[in-house]
């Protein structure tokens, strides 16, 4: 079975910045795409970033130029960056992983979800 587990979530003022961080743990063969997607209560989960295991990525337009992904293939950790933090980012946010197992095959897996509230 494979873990992942974030941390790095809290309260900050808009303006500000907080750093999430993953880290993937079990039965891993090898993890292909990583990635960071948010929840509000009554809207589906959107994508906020990914990045490749060759660190290609992408990112939902409104946070380009704000938020940055980062990962760690030796650690199989995933980080995310977000500065210049809006009222409108305040989400539940979730670690996503696509990875092949030692057994069991291919399959996406989530973490339990950090909340980050942007508030004055």
């Known amino acids: 079975q494979v873990q992942l587990v974030e941390s790095g979530g809290g309260l900050v003022q808009p303006g500000g910045s907080l750093r999430l961080s993953c880290a993937a743990s079990?039965?891993?063969?090898?993890?292909?795409?990583m990635g960071w997607y948010r929840q509000v209560p009554g809207k589906q989960r959107e994508l906020v970033a990914t990045i490749t295991s060759a660190g290609r990525l992408n990112y939902v337009d409104s946070v380009k130029g704000r938020f940055t992904i980062s990962r760690d293939n030796a650690k199989n950790t995933v980080n995310l960056q977000m500065n210049s933090l809006k009222p409108e980012d305040t989400a539940l946010y979730y670690c996503?992983?696509?990875?092949?197992?030692?057994?069991?095959?291919?399959?996406?897996?989530w973490g339990q979800g950090t909340q980050v509230t942007v508030s004055s």
């Open positions: 079990g039965s891993i063969s090898r993890i292909y795409d």
């Open positions: 996503n992983a696509d990875v092949r197992s030692v057994v069991g095959g291919r399959n996406s897996f």
